[in-house]
C-alpha cells in the first residue's frame, strides 16, 4: 500500500467567484477555507497545497447572526507595552469590510507555512468590481 502524493503538474488550480451578498460570515469563511485547502478535490493531501483561488465580491455586504455587530472583538498589539489595540465588528466592516472575512477565513486555515502560502490564494472585494477577469473565474454558489 502507497500513500499518494500528488505532484505539481497533477494539481489544477481554478479560480471562483463568490457573491458575499448576504451571505452569513461564519458559514462563507468555512466554505472558503476548504475550496482553499483543496478538500473537494480527490487528490487532497493535507500536507499540500491542492486547493484553488477564490475571488470574494461585496464583503461589506456580509451579515453577522445576533449580537456580532457590536459584541465581537477583534484584538491586537502593536509591539510596544500596554500596545492592545481593539475594534468591534461593527467599526471593522464599516472601516475595512475585506479584513472581517480574511480574519475568519485565516481563523480556519493551519497557523504554519502552508496556512500562510494559502491565504495568499484568497482575493476579497469590498464592491463589486474585481481586477481579475483575465483569469475567467466560475460563479459558485454557496
Do not use: C
Amino acid at each position: 500500500m502507497k500513500t499518494f502524493m500528488p505532484k505539481k503538474q497533477d494539481i489544477e488550480r481554478r479560480w471562483y467567484l463568490i457573491d458575499a451578498n448576504g451571505k452569513i460570515l461564519g458559514r462563507l469563511a468555512s466554505f472558503i477555507a476548504s475550496r482553499l485547502r483543496g478538500k473537494h478535490k480527490p487528490i487532497y493531501t493535507p500536507h499540500a497545497d491542492t486547493g484553488d483561488f477564490i475571488i470574494v465580491i461585496n464583503a461589506e455586504k456580509v451579515r453577522l447572526t445576533g449580537n456580532k455587530l457590536k459584541d465581537k472583538v477583534y484584538y491586537r498589539h502593536t509591539g510596544y507595552i500596554g500596545g492592545v489595540k481593539s475594534i468591534t465588528a461593527e467599526k471593522l466592516l464599516q472601516k475595512k469590510p475585506e479584513n472581517l472575512i480574511r480574519f475568519a477565513v485565516e481563523g480556519m486555515l493551519p497557523k504554519n507555512r502552508l496556512g500562510r502560502k494559502l491565504i495568499k490564494k484568497l482575493k476579497i472585494y469590498a464592491g463589486s468590481d474585481h481586477p481579475h477577469e483575465a483569469q475567467k473565474p466560475e460563479i459558485l454558489e454557496i
